[in-house]
Structure formats: structure tokens, C-alpha cells
């Protein structure tokens, strides 16, 4: 019988050796889910004796990792923000850079307010959820051109009893939309450029759905669609926030200024890399 402690050292260990990034987070992780225990019990109860179906489920999460499938795919979760979600090969995985639009959104948005937000390519939900989950006034629709993925939003948007205030449309970006507008609009839409998909870490390139990371020849596409519509569907004075790829702040500020966008800016991420353009708007420029 093996205990949590040894354990946890010799996945760390095993996953060293494959050259993982961050073994004793991966090798933890995997062992909460498999062992059934909690980070706490890892470090108070560091003795307790695995079963034998316990140490085969760590070592199976163990193997799969060494050949760079991402824990999230793994486990089939991953914590982004303040929540938990469901996450499968449909989906993107949600990673802490997109935290930073969560971030600007509830800035902007007081707790009591009421307002309504869209998002583009909605994939697992985390942008959408993690507003709404703080925002108890707040209702939001989520939109993705694949099933799948709404799938996963749907379930996702149940598991934190916010399926009341959620609702999930599948479309081409704001195809469908009418003449509906929106308070906040986020986009995390694909951006990376089509030829430097095969340079990415195997657990992108090889795991994640490459619709939601082909930007195109130079990374651009979906900008240059969606800076148009993203002001058409936004209410006066209301607000954006897209993600960027850490190199493209110049081009997509140029884009939605050229669309008539106010107060554009770029905003940074923990790693100080340019992350979200965020705007505005403006009465002034709509002639309103």
C-alpha cells in the first residue's frame, strides 16, 4: 500500500521526468480527484493508505498526463475565478489570463446592478458564470457556434443554479441577434495564427478544439469581424472587453477605434503581457 505523501512524491517525480510544467500541482490535483481527499488531508493526514482502485486511477491520471494530456481533460474540471466547471475536448480550457475581463467587468458593474451581458464564443462558460455567480442582478446570454460546447455551458451554468439567468444560443458570433443590445459584451475569440498552431504545447495543439484557437493567417480574423458587431449590439454607453493575444494590442485597439469605439484601452495580465482591449460606447460618437 502506498500513503498520500509518497504518493504525491512519486508523481511529481514521474511527471518531472516528462518534462510537465508545474509537476506537484499536476501530480496533487490528480491525486485529490483519484484519492478522493482534499489539499488540507494531503498535508494534515499525509500517511493515509491509498486502496488498490485509488493508486490505479492516480497512476492511469499519472500516465496520461506524462503524455501531456491536460489535467483538465483528465479530472473533466477546472476552477477558474471563484467556480468550478465542467470541461471537456469541446471546450477551451479556461486559464487564468481570462480572468483579467472577469476582473473589468465586476469593476465596472456594482453588485445591486441590474444589466444584461453577452458572450461570444461562450465555450464552457466561464466568463459568462463568473460574472453572473457575482452579480446576482445580472442576467447574461452566451452564444458559440458549437453544440458541444454549449452543452458543456449548459451543464455548467446548472451545477451553479444559474441556469435561471443564463441563456445559451448557438450562432455565428451576433448572426441571430437582431436588434437586441446588451450592457457588457466579452469575447475570448480565437487568435492565434493559423501557421503557429503547430508550435503550441502539445496539450493545446494536440487537446484543445483547434476552432477555438485558429485566428487565421495572422491571428486577426475574428477581430476584424467582431469589432463592428460588437458595437452594434452594445447599448450606449455600455461596455467591451475581448481578449488578445500578448502581441496584438496595437491592431485590435486600431480595430475598434476604427469602429467607433471610446475610451480603448489595453489591460494587462499578472504576467504584465498584454491581454484584454477594453471600451466603450460613447454617446458623443453615436450621435446619440
Same mark, same amino acid.
Given at each position: 500500500?502506498?500513503?498520500?505523501?509518497?504518493?504525491?512524491?512519486?508523481?511529481?517525480?514521474?511527471?518531472?521526468?516528462?518534462?510537465?510544467?508545474?509537476?506537484?500541482?499536476?501530480?496533487?490535483?490528480?491525486?485529490?480527484?483519484?484519492?478522493?481527499?482534499?489539499?488540507?488531508?494531503?498535508?494534515?493526514?499525509?500517511?493515509?493508505?491509498?486502496?488498490?482502485?485509488?493508486?490505479?486511477?492516480?497512476?492511469?491520471?499519472?500516465?496520461?498526463?506524462?503524455?501531456?494530456?491536460?489535467?483538465?481533460?483528465?479530472?473533466?474540471?477546472?476552477?477558474?475565478?471563484?467556480?468550478?466547471?465542467?470541461?471537456?475536448?469541446?471546450?477551451?480550457?479556461?486559464?487564468?489570463?481570462?480572468?483579467?475581463?472577469?476582473? *473589468? @467587468? +465586476?469593476?465596472?458593474?456594482? #453588485?445591486?446592478? $441590474?444589466?444584461?451581458? /453577452? =458572450?461570444?464564443? !461562450?465555450?464552457?462558460?466561464?466568463?459568462?458564470?463568473?460574472?453572473?455567480?457575482?452579480?446576482?442582478?445580472?442576467?447574461?446570454?452566451?452564444?458559440?457556434?458549437?453544440? *458541444? @460546447? +454549449?452543452?458543456?455551458?449548459? #451543464?455548467?451554468? $446548472?451545477?451553479?443554479? /444559474? =441556469?435561471?439567468? !443564463?441563456?445559451?444560443?448557438?450562432?455565428?458570433?451576433?448572426?441571430?441577434?437582431?436588434?437586441?443590445?446588451?450592457?457588457?459584451?466579452?469575447?475570448?475569440?480565437?487568435?492565434? @495564427?493559423?501557421?503557429?498552431?503547430?508550435?503550441?504545447?502539445?496539450?493545446?495543439?494536440?487537446?484543445?478544439?483547434?476552432?477555438?484557437?485558429?485566428?487565421?493567417?495572422?491571428?486577426?480574423?475574428?477581430?476584424?469581424?467582431?469589432?463592428?458587431?460588437?458595437?452594434?449590439?452594445?447599448?450606449?454607453?455600455?461596455?467591451?472587453?475581448?481578449?488578445?493575444?500578448?502581441?496584438?494590442?496595437?491592431?485590435?485597439?486600431?480595430?475598434?477605434?476604427?469602429?467607433?469605439?471610446?475610451?480603448?484601452?489595453?489591460?494587462?495580465?499578472?504576467?504584465?503581457?498584454?491581454?484584454?482591449?477594453?471600451?466603450?460606447?460613447?454617446?458623443?460618437?453615436?450621435?446619440?
Amino acid at each position: 500500500m502506498t500513503t498520500l505523501v509518497k504518493a504525491w512524491k512519486a508523481g511529481r517525480e514521474q511527471l518531472g521526468a516528462a518534462a510537465i510544467d508545474q509537476p506537484a500541482i499536476d501530480a496533487r490535483l490528480m491525486l485529490e480527484v483519484a484519492a478522493g481527499v482534499s489539499r488540507t488531508e494531503i498535508i494534515t493526514d499525509p500517511h493515509r493508505e491509498l486502496t488498490e482502485e485509488q493508486t490505479f486511477a492516480y497512476e492511469e491520471f499519472l500516465a496520461r498526463r506524462a503524455r501531456r494530456e491536460p489535467v483538465s481533460h483528465i479530472l473533466g474540471r477546472k476552477g477558474f475565478w471563484k467556480i468550478m466547471l465542467n470541461v471537456t475536448p469541446d471546450v477551451l480550457t479556461p486559464r487564468p489570463d481570462t480572468e483579467v475581463i472577469v476582473d *473589468e @467587468a +465586476l469593476k465596472a458593474f456594482p #453588485e445591486a446592478m $441590474a444589466f444584461n451581458m /453577452l =458572450d461570444l464564443g !461562450v465555450g464552457s462558460g466561464a466568463i459568462l458564470l463568473s460574472v453572473l455567480a457575482e452579480r446576482p442582478a445580472a442576467k447574461g446570454l452566451g452564444v458559440d457556434v458549437s453544440s *458541444e @460546447a +454549449l452543452a458543456v455551458a449548459r #451543464e455548467n451554468a $446548472a451545477n451553479l443554479d /444559474l =441556469d435561471g439567468r !443564463v441563456a445559451l444560443l448557438r450562432g455565428d458570433w451576433t448572426a441571430g441577434l437582431g436588434d437586441a443590445t446588451f450592457d457588457l459584451v466579452v469575447s475570448n475569440p480565437p487568435y492565434i @495564427a493559423t501557421d503557429e498552431i503547430e508550435t503550441l504545447d502539445p496539450e493545446v495543439r494536440d487537446h484543445e478544439p483547434r476552432l477555438a484557437l485558429d485566428g487565421g493567417a495572422d491571428g486577426l480574423d475574428a477581430y476584424r469581424l467582431l469589432a463592428p458587431e460588437i458595437l452594434r449590439v452594445l447599448k450606449v454607453g455600455g461596455m467591451f472587453a475581448v481578449e488578445i493575444g500578448h502581441t496584438q494590442s496595437t491592431a485590435v485597439e486600431a480595430l475598434f477605434r476604427e469602429a467607433g469605439a471610446a475610451q480603448v484601452r489595453t489591460i494587462k495580465d499578472l504576467a504584465l503581457r498584454d491581454r484584454v482591449v477594453a471600451g466603450a460606447k460613447n454617446p458623443l460618437e453615436t450621435g446619440v
